[in-house]
């Protein structure tokens, strides 16, 4: 920090360069470059303190390359506070919003040391008296002329030195990938072995209980909810909420300053993030994060300005083509960003290589991607943002997950991204809650997610689709078993948002209740769903809090409760521990056994050791199914052998794949089947290792003296109500 207050110090200006983007250190002073290409002047605008008013020094930038405004400070230091105003046209009629009175946050800001103080000012235009008669219609002409420095958010120039050690790149291959989705605070703030000072922070996330707690159930990989610095929404505020989420971007460089257990100083978020990167990389374990670059949080005509809005109009948003007032929607905040522009994929990419080179991620995933690939108004998978990452030598080496949908027309795009790229597979989700709420006609659909989803990555590979059950827009996963409807009221709007659509069954009594036999059967159907996703082909995502049996009471939309609706609950009943061990056991099943980890789709092939193929799907009286078997409406019932000697693959070191055959059966219907167990070979038998008709804990993939075994062929199994049974054929 500067020792004098700037007003007091004679600073010299250097032409500097256009290049980098943002506010640099380079051990001698500080370059600033911002691009507008609209802009008529921009000023630099110095502060001594967060605390203050009015910046204590302008600067005009007065060199001009490329549609860049740049100058050097060598007078200046990293912990200097900074903002812009930029000159230029006000016409909001052509596109163009440029007003000079609002103090402007630099899209490449690194640290945001002081959050936005919501007060009337922020809005480029005059907002009306709500106690007039007045209407909004075309508020958004007039400009406002209030100075919003006292209220806008602040930069801050920052060292971006940081002692790795020997911290690289884990790179786990995606078969042997197990995510899991959390919050940064909602995984940390409650956990009772965490020091409060520190919970909900990112020391939180990277000390040694959460730590434990991941390693001991077993993922591979935690999936962070937005942690790019965000706005909290003007509308949520006054209704004492929060964007808890935070899917509401307002810099894409700085690390969310409200997750920070030290802020003291600017760099004191980037160095807790990278200090959280390094223990999780210690302990084995990736970090992937969900960005949000298909919108921000300035929101449509009426919203606020804070950066891009004020800075360059035109440029960063997508506009409607006649009426350029106004933007294109796709996302239902109000903008998107326009991708179109070569600066503004120059701002995505800059952004995810500084996350990756500098702050060690492992990779993304991208929030309404499709959004992404809309050059001009279509989805396009050969798009110019999917070009510039598969060229990208950094990011192409990175994990990329699609959320491969948005709001516009043609926008649900699973399946349809190109090759690099993993997608959440929405169309697993549905099936998997289909098929074990009980819907007829639902067991060919369920076989295919099983077995990787091959109709909709046959060019890819299994790992292509992210299997998920549940995540953190919809219910949790005891929700889905506890509620036929959604519950939002606490959102304050109506229980209108939210989706109507969630495939959920209560199993008889709508939320909590202390009902043995509902309560029951709701643990029985998490378990058939658990057990669904971590044995299916492709990689499995857990949503934080599902092997808790976290509840948010019914609310599938809270991503304004930042309270304990969000946060989990580390205090378990039995029951609960019950459960947590039996999805521990199940990741043990699926990493120890090779045939759940395939790299390639089953494709018919004949084992030498068992002549039988891949993968055999069986009806109850232990035949092949047939055509008819799968197109039964009233059927919910089927097996899968899949069989371990039969993989075709090579390890890293060449050599043939190969493990245990199981017997997957599945019973989804309200009554018990006759299931006859197919027979391999003579003398050859299966271990029951679970039943999730009982409690009981899977037996792991070792066999126990007091193993019952099931010879196949002259055996019937009786397949309970609802309920799925893994077998190992006995070697």
Same mark, same amino acid.
């Given at each position: ?10 600073? @010299?200006?250097?032409? =500097? ?78 596109? +163009? ?19 936005? %103080? ?12 709500? +106690? ?10 007039? !400009? ?34 197990? !995510? ?19 919970? =909900? ?51 894409? #460089?700085?690390?969310?300053? @409200? ?74 905040? =109000? ?28 990779? #993304? %995933? ?34 990329? !997950? ?32 289909? $098929? ?71 199993? =008889? ?40 049996? %976290? ?46 980890? @395939?790299?390639? $789709? ?38 899968a052998l899949l069989n371990g000697s039969a993989i075709n693959e090579l390890d890293e070191k060449g050599n043939p794949v190969s493990g245990s055959t199981f017997l997957l059966v599945l019973n989804a219907s309200h009554k018990p089947v006759a299931f006859h167990l197919p027979r391999l070979n003579r003398g050859d038998a299966w271990i029951q290792l679970f039943d999730t008709a009982t409690d009981s804990l899977p037996n792991g993939s070792?066999? @126990? ?17 609802r309920s799925l049974v893994l077998f190992r054929l006995k070697r």
């Amino acid at each position: 920090m500067t020792t004098a207050p700037l007003s007091s110090v004679e600073l @010299r200006v250097y032409p =500097g360069s256009s290049y980098p983007l943002g506010a640099t250190w380079d051990g001698m002073g500080v370059n600033f470059a911002l691009f507008s290409e609209y802009a008529e002047a921009v000023e630099l605008c110095l502060f001594d303190s967060a605390d203050d008013t009015v910046e204590s020094r302008r600067v005009l930038l007065l060199e001009y390359s490329d549609h860049v405004w740049h100058g050097y400070f060598p007078d200046l230091r990293p912990g200097q506070l900074y903002g812009y105003r930029v000159y230029g046209p006000w016409n909001p009629l052509e596109g +163009h919003r440029f007003n000079p009175n609002k103090l402007l946050l630099d899209p490449y800001a690194k640290s945001v040391v002081r959050l936005e %103080r919501w007060n009337d000012a922020l809005f480029g235009y005059q907002i009306p008296d709500p +106690h007039r008669s007045s209407t909004f219609a075309d508020t958004d002409l007039l !400009i406002d002329t209030r100075d919003s420095a006292p209220f806008a958010p602040l930069a801050a120039v920052v060292d971006d030195s940081f002692v790795w050690g020997d911290d690289k790149p884990l790179r786990t291959p995606w078969h042997k990938t197990i !995510i899991y989705e959390a919050h940064v605070k909602g995984l940390t703030m409650r956990h009772p072995k965490v020091p409060e000072h520190l919970r =909900g922070s990112y020391a939180a996330l990277g000390s040694e209980p959460v730590i434990e707690h991941l390693l001991d159930l077993g993922v591979t990989a935690v999936e962070l909810l937005p942690v790019h610095q965000h706005v909290d929404d003007h509308f949520l505020k006054i209704r004492g909420l929060s964007n808890y989420w935070g899917y509401n971007t307002l810099g894409y #460089f700085a690390p969310e300053l @409200r997750y920070s257990s030290q802020k003291h100083n600017p760099e004191d978020p980037i160095l807790e993030f990278k200090t959280m990167v390094r223990s999780l990389h210690a302990a084995g374990i990736e970090v992937i994060l969900d960005v949000v670059y298909n919108h921000t949080c300035e929101g449509n005509h009426l919203g606020p300005t804070l950066s891009f809005k004020g800075i360059d109009n035109r440029s960063y948003y997508k506009q409607v083509e006649e009426e350029p007032r106004f933007y294109m929607d796709y996302t239902g905040c =109000g903008n998107t960003l326009n991708v179109s522009h070569p600066r503004v994929i120059q701002l995505i990419m800059d952004s995810l290589r500084y996350w990756v080179l500098e702050m060690h991620v492992d990779g #993304f %995933r991208f929030d309404l991607a499709a959004t992404l690939g809309r050059d001009v108004h279509y989805v396009d998978k050969l798009g110019s943002f999917f070009d510039v990452i598969h060229q990208d030598p950094v990011l192409c080496q990175t994990k990329l !997950i699609a959320e491969p949908w948005d709001l516009g027309e043609g926008g649900y795009q699973v399946g349809n991204f190109p090759v690099l790229w993993t997608e959440w597979n929405g169309k697993y989700r549905d099936a998997a809650r289909s $098929f074990w709420k009980g819907d007829a006609g639902t067991l060919s659909e369920m076989a295919t997610r099983i077995a990787g989803s091959s109709d909709l990555y046959s060019e890819k590979d299994p790992h292509a689709s992210i299997n998920f059950l549940t995540s953190h827009d919809g219910f949790t996963l005891h929700d889905l078993v506890s509620y036929n409807q959604k519950h939002n009221e606490a959102n304050g709007e109506g229980n209108r948002d939210g989706d109507n659509h969630n495939h959920s069954w209560n199993c =008889g009594v709508e939320g909590e209740t202390d009902d043995l036999r509902i309560n029951a059967l709701r643990f029985q159907q998490k378990r058939n769903l658990m057990a669904t996703l971590l044995l299916s082909l492709g990689v499995p995502m857990i949503a934080a809090g599902d092997e808790l049996s %976290r509840t948010q009471q019914g609310n599938n939309n809270a991503y304004c409760q930042d309270n304990a609706i969000s946060w989990l609950n580390w205090e378990l009943t039995e029951p609960e521990k019950n459960f947590y061990e039996f999805v521990k056991q199940l990741i043990r099943i699926r990493k120890e056994n090779p045939v759940f980890q @395939r790299r390639k $789709f089953f494709i018919g092939l004949t084992s030498k050791a068992y002549n039988i193929k891949d993968v055999i799907w069986y009806n109850a009286q232990g035949l092949e199914m047939s055509e008819a078997d799968w197109h039964d409406p009233q059927a919910l019932w089927m097996g899968a052998l899949l069989n371990g000697s039969a993989i075709n693959e090579l390890d890293e070191k060449g050599n043939p794949v190969s493990g245990s055959t199981f017997l997957l059966v599945l019973n989804a219907s309200h009554k018990p089947v006759a299931f006859h167990l197919p027979r391999l070979n003579r003398g050859d038998a299966w271990i029951q290792l679970f039943d999730t008709a009982t409690d009981s804990l899977p037996n792991g993939s070792g066999e @126990r003296e007091d193993d019952t075994l099931y010879c196949g062929g002259d055996t019937v199994y009786r397949l309970q109500a609802r309920s799925l049974v893994l077998f190992r054929l006995k070697r």
